[in-house]
């Protein structure tokens, strides 16, 4: 059960979008509709974003959105903020009622 | 408004077995939606999943964990907890307890997380 692959880090500047990928196998992120987001900021609690690949709980912006292409999930971002400005990390459940993360990307808003 | 609090050492000895306890409140930790998890971040990294637990007991762990690793319930308190036994430096880490919707990990609640260190 391997991490799941995230780019180290993204930037952007206010009002652009942006992407982060999350690359697993045929054996999680491919296999099932189950990836989630979660944000952290520095010393923070990570905070839910995404689950179920585009889901967004109550409350968050849906500036924020998910998707899915075979292995690969992605975490959008559009209209970039200075509070956008965090850790990043995707989650997929891997089979056997396991999960696994990714090793997470800093998102830099200049 | 679900709830959820780390207790227990902040420091523990090599070889010795952290220990800590996740305090649930504002929901009962019997609601059979729901299983609940442990999740630690390395001091600077990512996070990983440790393993979770139904109310029932059913526990499912990380592989890489799974022989040092126990997750119990106690369902009077409305808490669950975590053991880690033959600790070492490199299982200093924040620790996080977290609610898991049954059936698809994703962690909706999450609690403070308590940072706990492994040295003599």
């Known amino acids: 059960q391997s991490a799941l692959t995230q780019p180290a880090s993204v930037s952007g500047s206010p009002g652009q979008s942006i992407t982060i990928s999350c690359t697993g196998t045929?054996?999680?992120?491919?296999?099932?509709?189950?990836v989630s987001w979660y944000q952290q900021h520095p010393g923070k609690v990570p905070k839910l974003m995404i689950y179920?690949?585009?889901k967004r709980p109550s409350g968050v912006s849906n500036r924020f959105s998910g998707s899915k292409s075979g292995n690969t999930a992605s975490l959008t971002i559009s209209g970039l903020q200075a509070e956008d400005e965090a850790d990043y990390y995707c989650?997929?459940?891997?089979?056997?009622?396991?999960?696994?993360f990714g090793g997470g990307t800093q998102l830099t808003v200049f | 408004q679900v709830q959820l609090q780390e207790s227990g050492p902040g420091l523990v000895k090599p070889s010795q077995t952290l220990s800590l306890t996740c305090t649930v409140s504002?929901?009962?930790?019997?609601?059979?939606?729901?299983?609940w998890s442990w999740i630690r971040q390395h001091p600077g990294k990512g996070l990983e999943w440790i393993g979770y637990?139904?109310?029932?007991?059913?526990?499912y762990y990380n592989p890489s964990l799974k022989s040092r690793v126990t997750i119990s319930v106690d369902t009077s308190k409305n808490q669950f907890s975590l053991k880690l036994s033959s600790v070492t430096a490199a299982d200093t880490a924040v620790y996080y307890c977290a609610r898991v919707l049954g059936g698809d990990p994703y962690f909706d609640y999450w609690g403070q997380g308590t940072l706990v260190t492994v040295s003599s």
């Open positions: 637990i139904y109310y029932s007991g059913t526990t």
């Open positions: 045929s054996s999680d992120v491919g296999s099932y509709n189950l």
């Open positions: 179920e690949v585009s």
């Open positions: 504002g929901g009962s930790i019997s609601s059979g939606a729901y299983y």
């Open positions: 989650c997929s459940y891997a089979g056997s009622s396991y999960a696994v």
